[in-house]
């Protein structure tokens, strides 16, 4: 049954039903795959989760401990695994023979991931249309799918990040739900397997993304919402979809629990929902449209024209996530990914409304093809300024050099003793440097120190005779000129700044361009980073 409905559906492809596919597949890999080292910028949490999938190759398990991070049951675990499978997977580092001060070295590992993010970009686009083409028409879905492609909002999934990786699971879990909605099952056993099958998929693919990250759990409404419509078994439909939804997730805090760390799960939950930075949902609105404004301006029409439609499958995508994120005071931009394919569907269903008011069959086709070209090729336009951009050639030239010097101070330490090995002295941005040179090159000689202020008061103790601090443009802020310190951690920090020597600085001559997507905003260091060390 399952097969025969599937060949169904393949022989109903037509010349036309395969290039209206073909042409936003064609188009995502392009914006997708192209140039994924030099743009966008590398942000700090690439750094992060590269380090946790890293311990997953390494066979250390999901889960890092307060030595590795501050705040180490952040997220659940799935992105770290489902990341770190895939390398293991096609035999990532060891296919690259990395090597230690090889600036390419560095370039291609990094690329890998970002090449895998592009490719589950490419996987997004194809089920956004399959969504729309099932939820509404093939029209709407050709749209949707471009306009993902396309547009300049798009490439924040780029990133190696959690909300990349979650977003096809969440896209298959809607799609799975419209499947299960459209299989009538009176009096047919075979096709209430099917459906019930189809309600477990989505379930499993929802559980995973919530698995991914916990703010996911605000999806519930929509699914759930698909699930149940025009459903004969409401509730028992509800139960088996809502099983493997709470069940899979549920696998992190039982892991913390059986592990006796339930409190610090606590603790990480709580940090990850009251943090504050004054980046709040406002000022997020205000960077995605700097990014796209086109996109936003059209999705703010296209959501209340879908609403006056009584399309509540927009509203339950958007709203719930936007009143979820509305009282916290951590938003960035790379959190929107969740909603872009609601953006763009809801635009797709505007722009069929809008040709549908027209009576001439002809003009209205016409008045079609000359909206979406005209957004598409604003958007085309754009984004392929941004992905021929080289945003993090200093970045990746300073990754460079820091690992070699590392790797030259673990090879220099050939006697044994408690001062052996080197401490690193920087921001938790400079952290994110680290884990090539402890999982690539393994040197585990490294102990690190972080100057922000509000992760630690002071800097506790050095036990390495070799120290190397870096020193980005906030850092710089705070220690010059040397007096008149609010803090005892910076009167620390102005110690080593003052009796080390300068071994390097690097400049990003880029810094200021695309400010919503520089190295400023993505969390990169800056324009201008001094290291220093005290043994040169």
């Known amino acids: 049954m399952l097969i025969g409905m599937f060949n169904k559906e393949i022989k109903t492809f037509t010349h036309r039903s395969i290039l209206l596919i073909f042409i936003p597949l064609t188009l ?23 380090r946790r999938a890293m311990q997953v190759i390494e066979g250390l398990g999901p889960q890092e401990s307060n030595s590795t991070y501050f705040y180490p049951y952040d997220h659940p675990y799935f992105g770290q695994l489902f990341l770190g499978g895939v390398l293991k997977l096609i035999g990532y580092p060891e296919s690259l023979s990395p090597k230690a001060g090889d ?15 592009g490719l589950l970009a490419v996987l997004d686009t194809f089920l956004i249309y399959k969504i729309a083409e099932h939820r509404y028409n093939r029209n709407i879905a050709f749209v949707a799918a471009v306009l993902f492609a396309v547009m300049p909002l798009s490439l924040l999934t780029r990133g190696i990040l959690l909300d990349s990786i979650l977003l096809p699971f969440l896209l298959a879990s809607v799609l799975f739900g419209i499947y299960s909605n459209k299989i009538k ?20 693919f929802l559980g995973l993304a919530i698995f991914t990250k916990a703010p996911l759990f605000t999806m519930i409404p929509l699914i759930a919402f698909i699930i149940i419509q025009n459903n004969d078994k409401k509730w028992k439909t509800l139960m088996l979809w809502l099983a493997p ?5 549920m696998v992190w805090p039982a892991y913390a629990t059986l592990t006796g760390h339930f409190d610090e799960w606590i603790h990480g939950v709580l940090f990850q929902a009251s943090r504050e930075s004054g980046k709040d949902l406002r000022n997020s609105i205000s960077i995605i449209f700097q990014i796209d404004p086109v996109l936003l301006l059209f999705t703010f029409v296209g959501v209340i024209y879908s609403e006056l439609k009584n399309s509540y499958f927009i509203f339950l995508w958007i709203i ?19 909603l872009i394919p609601a953006f763009c569907i809801s635009i797709g269903v505007l722009i069929e409304g809008i040709s549908k008011k027209i009576k001439s069959k002809r003009i209205s086709q016409v008045s079609r093809i000359v909206i979406i070209s005209t957004i598409g090729i604003l958007g085309f336009t754009s984004t392929y300024g941004l992905i021929t951009s080289n945003l993090n050639s200093s970045y990746l030239q300073l990754y460079s050099y820091i690992a070699q010097e590392l790797q030259s101070n673990s090879k220099d330490d050939t006697h044994v003793g408690n001062n052996d090995g ?37 800097i506790p103790r050095i036990e390495t005779e070799k120290v190397v601090l870096i020193v980005d443009n906030n850092l710089r ?49 800056g324009n201008f980073v001094e290291i220093r060390s005290n043994y040169n």
């Open 28 to 50: 995502s890999a392009f914006t997708h795959i192209w140039n994924p080292i030099g743009f966008p910028a590398i942000h700090v949490d690439e750094g992060h989760y590269m």
């Open 477 to 525: 802020d705070r220690l010059v000129p040397f007096h008149n310190f609010e803090n005892e951690k910076d009167k620390q920090i102005s110690k080593f700044y003052q009796n080390a020597q300068t071994i390097a600085t690097f400049i990003n001559t880029d810094y200021k361009r695309y400010s919503f997507m520089t190295m400023k905003d993505n969390y990169g260091l």
């Open 245 to 249: 939804v709470i069940l899979l997730p």
């Open 185 to 204: 099952t009176i009096d047919s056993i075979k096709k209430r397997k099917i459906k019930n099958l189809f309600v477990l998929l989505s379930g499993t």
């Open 422 to 458: 080197t401490t690193v002295i920087g921001s938790h941005r400079v952290k994110a440097l680290l884990w090539i040179t402890v999982y690539i090159f393994n040197n585990n000689d490294i102990s690190f120190r972080v100057t922000d202020i509000g992760l630690q008061p002071v």
């Open 320 to 338: 719930p996530y936007l009143i979820f994120l509305f009282p916290l005071g951590w938003v960035v931009q790379f959190h929107w990914i969740l």
């Open 103 to 117: 600036v390419h070295s560095i370039e291609m590992l990094y690329l890998v991931p970002r090449v895998i993010m």
